[in-house]
């Protein structure tokens, strides 16, 4: 996944029901938590966090 990628992100991260899309609007290499992606939907929420909580749309 790249900035500019759509992506959905899990509601166990963002305590939503259904799962969220939006595009990537950032990626960092965290030293403490690995890879964090940050993403903004449709609504203009960001949500942010560890990698594994975010698939390709």
């Known amino acids: 996944m790249e900035k500019g990628d759509?992506?959905?992100?899990?509601p166990k991260?963002?305590?939503e029901r259904e799962w969220i899309e939006?595009?990537?609007i950032d990626?960092?290499?965290n030293p403490f938590k690995g890879i964090v992606?940050?993403?903004k939907d449709k609504?203009?929420?960001i949500f942010f966090g560890e990698e594994k909580y975010f698939v390709p749309a």
Do not use: D, M, P, Q
């Open 6 to 10: 759509i992506a959905k992100v899990s």
């Open 13 to 15: 991260l963002t305590g």
């Open 22 to 24: 939006g595009e990537i």
């Open 27 to 29: 990626i960092e290499k």
């Open 37 to 39: 992606i940050s993403i």
């Open 43 to 45: 609504l203009g929420r």
